[in-house]
């Protein structure tokens, strides 16, 4: 049974790091290329964070507003992603999810799917 499990989402102040960790179970990094990371805030759409290839630890980002604040990166041998997110802004909060992708070309991912729970990130003085 594939499942995904987020956490590490804390309430921050601006200017604040966080570090969340995606743990995946029911696949290895050899069944799958790729996986993302997104966020949902209140009344927004799902939107990508990033995608990082499993096999070569390689990260892509969406978007400027996620460049050079946030950092993907995998740990095959605990079957665990991460997405750190350094200088964190009040729009940074959002809750937080991961996916398994179906393929990725370059920083999409295709067809995301076994979602996690996700995890919440707030960020305010």
């Known amino acids: 049974q594939v499942q995904l499990v987020e956490s590490g989402g804390d309430s921050v102040q601006p200017g604040g790091s966080l570090k969340l960790s995606c743990v995946y179970s029911?696949?290895?990094?050899?069944?799958?290329?790729?996986m993302g990371w997104y966020r949902q805030a209140p009344g927004k759409e799902r939107e990508e964070v990033g995608v990082?290839?499993?096999?070569?630890?390689?990260?892509?980002y969406d978007g400027d507003a996620t460049a050079g604040r946030f950092t993907i990166s995998r740990d095959n041998n605990k079957n665990t992603i991460y997405l750190e997110i350094n200088n964190l802004k009040p729009d940074d909060s959002a809750r937080y999810y991961c996916?398994?992708?179906?393929?990725?070309?370059?920083?999409?991912?295709?067809?995301?799917?076994?979602w996690g729970q996700g995890t919440q990130v707030t960020v305010s003085s």
């Open positions: 996916a398994r992708c179906h393929g990725c070309a370059v920083a999409q991912c295709f067809n995301p799917t076994n």
């Open positions: 029911g696949f290895t990094f050899r069944d799958v290329g790729c």
């Open positions: 990082i290839y499993l096999g070569n630890g390689r990260p892509y």
